[in-house]
C-alpha cells in the first residue's frame, strides 16, 4: 500500500508540472491576451492574501456552499429512503423529482431573486436546489440498490421491519451516501458562481466576476484555481471518511 501510495503522489506531481508547463506555454502564446501567465497568478495570489481580501472571499463563498450543502443533505437524505423504503411514497415523489431534476438549477434564479431578492438567502437556495436534486436522486438509488436476498434473510431471521432498515438498508447505503457526498459538493460549487451572480458585495464568484470586468485576468485564474483546489480537497475529505466508514466492506482486488 505504501508502495502504491508513493507511486501515486510520484505521477500526481508529474501531473502538475506538466499542467505549469502547459499553462505557461498556452499563456505566452496567442492566448496571452486571455490566460494569465502561472507567474502572474502567484504574483496575485500573493497580493490578495497579504491584503486580506482573498481570505474573506474564500470564507464568504465557504459559508454559502456549506450551508446550502447542509441544508440538502439533511433534507434529502430522509426523503430519499423514505422513497426507496416505502412504495406510496416513491410513487407519489419519483415523477416530480424526475421532472425537476432535469430543470438546471440555474433556471430559478430569476424566481429565486423576486422572491428572496439578492441577499445570502436566495444564493443558498440556489446551491441546495442544485445539491438537493443530486443527492436524493443517488441516495434514492442506493437504497433501492440494496440486495433483497440480505432483507429476505433478515425476515427469515425474525427481524423488524425497523431492524432490517436500520441494520441492513441504511449500512449498505451508506456508500451511496458518500457518492451522493460527493457529488453534491461538486454541484455546489459549481453552482456557486452563477448563485454569487444574483448580487455580492464578496465571494470568488463576485472576485471572478468584477476582475473580469477590469480585464484583471490573472485575477481571474486565481478564483478559477481556487475554487479547483477547495472542490480537490472536500472530495479527499469525503475519501477519508468513506474510508472509515466502509472499512467493513470487503475489497476485490481484481
Known sequence: MKKDAKIKCIYTAISVILSLILWHIVANSIAGAVIASPMDTINSFFREMTSGRLVKHISISLFRVA??????????????????????????????????????????????????????????????????????????????????????????????????????????????????????????LTTLIAAELTGSDAGLGQMIQEASLYFRMDLVMLGIIVIGIIGVTLNMIVGLIEQKLTIWQEKVQK
Open 67 to 188: 450551508t446550502g450543502f447542509s441544508l440538502a443533505f439533511v433534507v434529502a437524505i430522509p426523503i430519499a429512503f423514505l422513497m426507496g423504503w416505502y412504495a406510496p411514497i416513491q410513487l407519489l415523489l419519483e415523477p416530480i423529482i424526475q421532472f425537476i431534476r432535469n430543470i438546471p438549477a440555474l433556471a430559478y434564479i430569476p424566481l429565486i431573486v423576486v422572491a428572496q431578492g439578492v441577499g445570502e438567502s436566495a444564493k443558498i437556495t440556489v446551491i441546495f436546489i442544485s445539491t438537493f436534486l443530486v443527492m436524493i436522486i443517488t441516495v434514492y438509488q442506493g437504497v433501492r440498490e440494496v440486495d433483497n436476498t440480505l432483507i429476505k434473510a433478515a425476515r427469515v431471521l425474525g427481524a423488524k421491519d425497523k431492524d432490517i432498515f436500520l441494520r441492513v438498508v441504511i449500512p449498505a447505503s451508506v456508500p451511496y451516501i458518500l457518492v451522493g457526498t460527493r457529488l453534491g459538493l461538486g454541484s455546489a
